[in-house]
């Protein structure tokens, strides 16, 4: 086989070339510099080869005289031109990937398109001897023919370069292009493809997405911004509203505090007033949850300040509601009570107010009482290795200290007023008779305690330890 190799060179360049083929597909994407180093070093040994027999390829196949030798000795000299311009392209991905990533892959096919022409035409020209002028001007001719019958396709490719080189927009980018809202997934020769909230997939002509409107949801990265709109009865005062909002803003966690979350007047007329409650969280998949949480806050902080949504139908009832009467009929909790049993336990509590900061129960503490929010925002902190860790903010009819009503245990967070707050208070002694008679009460506020303790087990106890991965250079470099 040796002797096999050395008398005719020319298999072992046709070996070189399938070695070449064969390694590219068998060594994984992950070895892509191995893969590169691989196609480079047999280049080198293809064209040793060629030339210690030979074979220039600037020049055609010396051995006219011999047709099947002649024949292979093209065959592999036009595979030289071939060979070198894979390798090129290869060279040149390589670098644009390390430089622009993946919005380069446009571009790094249009310079692979051109190097393959360039090698094509000069296998013509140096290894086959052909008028390369006239096979340029019949080239010419017919890509003006082209041109014109692919004019769309080629301003959706050309697009396609300046949308890759300007790079208004990147790989998994939150995207708006004429309206059309969604993630980008991919940016081909043609068009660039968005997966939509809905989870459907749109596909936009490069030509077009260069001469839309393009909002970038993505950048700056990490800040995306929301909105709710809410509209209000015209007879609202403004300053109580944007009070109440103000206090559903600040009840929002997940609202980023810089940029600051604001409240606005949009719009006033005489059918009604709409405000507008906006900032920014760290990703957009928050949007959809903190969107909907601002909408149930505002509800809340509104209707514990005597100010009702917009409605054509609006009830003369509520407002007649003594305001521990109305805390009642809004609870979760004790909204099942029948109405004169309301009537009792309005009557058994009382108001109590914080200022901001002042703690409302501190962890640890037994409660005697339950209090129940009539507006303000309360936050709720728990100590996660020795730092206060804020677990959660309650807002409008939520209750706290029921774990010492039920069980005479204390939660172990504190619960501090993060703005100024105003708490109804019930008594132990009157509320425990009345739990032991209400099951479905007991079971409700047994449901609240048994989520809130596991909750905070969950946000104080300590994530496991993952033991990285040692490999062979992290051992070699412990041994010197």
Request: net charge neutral.
């Amino acid at each position: 086989m040796l002797s096999l190799l050395t008398e005719h060179p020319l298999f072992s360049a046709l070996i070189l070339i399938l070695l070449d083929l064969g390694l590219w597909r068998l060594i994984s994407s992950r070895g892509s510099e191995w893969k590169l180093l691989v196609r480079v070093l047999i280049f080198a040994l293809f064209s040793i080869v060629l030339f210690n027999e030979g074979l220039n390829p600037m020049e055609p196949a010396p051995w006219a005289d011999n047709v099947p030798l002649h024949l292979a000795a093209t065959g592999l000299q036009i595979g030289w031109w071939l060979f070198g311009a894979r390798t090129l392209t290869v060279l040149i991905g390589a670098v644009m990937m390390q430089r622009v990533g993946h919005t380069g892959r446009l571009l790094q096919d249009l310079l692979g398109a051109v190097i393959f022409l360039i090698a094509i035409i000069a296998a013509l020209a140096y290894v086959l001897d052909l008028p390369v002028k006239g096979v340029l001007a019949t080239s010419g001719a017919l890509a003006i023919i082209v041109g014109l019958a692919l004019q769309s396709t080629l301003s959706d490719v050309f697009s396609g370069i300046v949308l890759n080189t300007t790079k208004p927009y990147q790989l998994d980018d939150w995207i708006s292009i004429d309206g059309t809202e969604g993630r980008v997934t991919d940016i081909d020769w043609r068009a660039t493809r968005l997966q939509t909230s809905q989870g459907s997939m749109a596909v936009i002509p490069n030509s077009l997405a260069a001469k839309a409107k393009i909002i970038n949801f993505s950048r700056p990265s990490n800040m995306f911004g929301v909105s709710v709109s809410v509209p209000v009865s015209p007879h609202a005062r403004p300053s109580s509203v944007i009070e109440a909002l103000e206090r559903a803003m600040q009840g929002c966690r997940q609202l980023l505090d810089t940029p600051a979350p604001s409240v606005s007047l949009k719009s006033s007329a005489s059918g009604g007033a709409e405000y507008e409650i906006s900032g920014f969280v760290a990703s957009m998949g928050e949007k959809r949850v903190v969107r909907n949480q601002l909408f149930d806050l505002a509800y809340r902080h509104l209707q514990a300040s005597g100010v009702n949504l917009l409605s054509s139908n609006e009830t003369s009832a509520a407002p007649q509601l003594s305001r521990p009467r109305a805390l009642l009929e809004s609870s979760p909790i004790f909204s099942t009570l029948r109405e004169e049993e309301k009537d009792t336990f309005s009557q058994n509590m009382t108001l109590q107010t914080f200022r901001a900061g002042e703690t409302i129960l501190a962890g640890g503490e037994v409660s005697d009482h339950l209090f129940i929010i009539e507006f303000g925002v309360v936050s709720v902190t728990l100590k996660r290795h020795g730092a206060p860790l804020e677990s959660g903010r309650m807002g409008p009819g939520e209750v706290i200290g029921e774990a010492g009503i039920l069980s005479d245990t204390a939660l172990p967070a504190d619960f501090s007023a993060k703005t100024f707050c105003a708490l109804y208070r019930i008594e132990k002694s009157y509320l425990k008779p009345c739990l032991d008679a209400r099951h479905d009460i007991h079971d409700a506020m047994q449901a609240l305690l048994d989520f809130r303790l596991h909750k905070a087990q969950s946000l104080t106890e300590e994530a496991p330890v993952v033991a990285p991965k040692r490999g062979f250079l992290q051992w070699l470099r412990n041994r010197v």
